[in-house]
């Protein structure tokens, strides 16, 4: 068995972590706080874009097309949870409706037949400006002196590591793509594995929330 | 010719590479910027509270001085200036020896009293455990007084120390005797390799600490504790008493 068999395997892991995060949100759902309704919401949309990318992957030839939609989904999840909680939004407000209309723009006008030509900056985008938002969230509580708890700190920490390592793994995604080396593979397996640690987290972040639910007192 | 191999696409991810570097730069610095702001922030606010503790420490100095002065100018005008006073009249009017020099011995007294209220005698000869008997005799006709001297080591105590302590035991029989309604006292006094531990214990109606942690006498405790370079931990519980525990760590110089 090469890498390629590994990483095929290995993708069908995700849509079960999904299924069982979705199970846990919505048996807790009654005593989960509005941010861990959002990003629940997340993992069920995660997942629809999961089975939609296999059937239209398979009906296609090609699954592309989801790519910058995956980008804007984030955009939108993670702004609407920063945002939030950004006290001096007006800039950050302005940034992510660039970014949004960037994105719709490329929906639009992006040829995913075309794999040669393929290069979209959607998610490259939606990760650069969430990387912003925790960054700026950070500063916020850093400088106002609000003390995080260790959940909501680590939750922040995960976010962030998250899209920065989407950003930097896939910006060359026409490489990914095109180029079937052993590095490509191995760049799309260290996606894989992000990915599901990511899941995982944020699992466990709702199932902490959903066994011991605490008032929001200082935010994210 | 694929996407990722023209050059203003690699020029273009090589940009997005660095204005994310970038934001990461400016981000770290800006958060050192904001810890050392916060750093000098909460340095200058301990400074701003040791300097204002100080100065309360120094109005209660001043304010205890004035205290014992008067303390001290009341004790000679109303015991020993009166007395003289009546030994003068007697003499002007009736002359008895036996009743002059029953009057001069008491006046004696009263100034010795005095004098050994401003400074015990023999301090210099006299060790630490056995003045604190003599300060705490005068009070076991009014409370019940269980004293335990645990001595492990000799100490060379300095005057100014043993002044000290015996200010600092005095001020807290005195707060008992006046407030606690207390009908006990325990003292364990402990004298070790490692320092010197003293605990006053009472079976009083105890004190609201927030209510007179700032009052003039612990104010005047806490002084005196500095001055001699210890600590102190002083609580207390609405009808269960009060207890007040000083520790003077041991410096080699004054290990015999």
């Not at chain 2, 400074?47 to 205890?64: V, Y």
């Amino acid at each position: 068995m090469n890498l390629i068999n590994y990483i095929y395997i290995l993708t069908y892991v995700s849509p079960l972590i999904l299924t069982l995060g979705i199970m846990v949100g919505a048996y807790y759902y009654s005593s989960l706080n509005s941010i861990s309704r959002l990003l629940l919401f997340y993992l069920l949309a995660s997942f629809i874009f999961d089975i939609l990318s296999r059937v239209i992957g398979m009906v296609n030839g090609n699954n592309l097309i989801l790519w910058p939609l995956l980008g804007l989904l984030e955009l939108a999840v993670f702004s609407k949870l920063y945002l939030k909680f950004i006290k001096k939004r007006k800039g950050i407000w302005t940034l992510v409706l660039m970014g949004i209309v960037y994105m719709l723009l490329e929906i639009v006008y992006i040829d995913s037949g075309n794999e040669t030509a393929f290069q979209p900056y959607s998610k490259i985008v939606a990760s650069f400006l969430v990387v912003l938002m925790v960054l700026v969230y950070f500063f916020q509580n850093i400088d106002s002196e609000v003390k995080i708890s260790r959940n909501k700190l680590y939750l922040n920490f995960t976010i962030l590591v998250f899209f920065a390592f989407n950003l930097v793994l896939l910006l060359p995604l026409n490489f990914l793509i095109n180029e079937g080396s052993d590095l490509s593979f191995s760049v799309l397996l260290v996606y894989l594995i992000v990915n599901l640690l990511f899941y995982s987290y944020l699992i466990y972040f709702i199932w902490k929330n959903g066994k011991n639910p605490k008032p929001l007192l200082y935010g994210l | 010719m694929e996407e990722w191999q023209k050059p203003e696409t690699i020029t273009l991810w090589i940009v997005i590479i660095g204005s994310f570097l970038i934001l990461l730069l400016g981000f770290i610095m800006l958060l050192v910027r904001t810890i050392f702001k916060k750093i000098v922030r909460t340095k200058m606010a301990e400074s701003k509270a040791q300097l204002e503790h100080q100065e309360k420490l120094l109005d209660t100095t001043i304010k205890t001085q004035e205290i014992e002065r008067k303390r001290i100018a009341a004790d000679l005008h109303d015991a020993l200036i009166g007395k003289l006073t009546v030994l003068k009249l007697k003499n002007q009017m009736n002359y008895q020896e036996k009743d002059s020099v029953y009057l001069i011995d008491d006046c004696i007294a009263t100034a010795r009293r005095i004098s050994h209220d401003l400074s015990p005698p023999l301090l210099e000869y006299t060790p630490l455990s056995e003045l604190l008997q003599e300060i705490l005799q005068p009070w076991e006709n009014s409370l019940q007084i269980v004293c335990r001297y645990d001595i492990r080591t000799n100490y060379n105590h300095t005057d100014d120390f043993k002044i000290q302590l015996t200010r600092i035991i005095q001020e807290l029989i005195t707060n008992v005797s006046k407030h606690a309604k207390a009908t006990q006292i325990s003292v364990h006094f402990r004298q070790s390799q490692k320092g010197q531990t003293l605990l006053l214990k009472d079976n009083g109606q105890g004190f609201d600490m927030d209510k007179y942690a700032k009052g003039l006498g612990l104010n005047n405790i806490e002084t005196r504790v500095k001055y001699l370079q210890g600590t102190y931990h002083m609580k207390s519980i609405i009808g269960k008493g009060t207890s007040a525990l000083f520790l003077f760590k041991s410096s080699n110089n004054n290990l015999l």
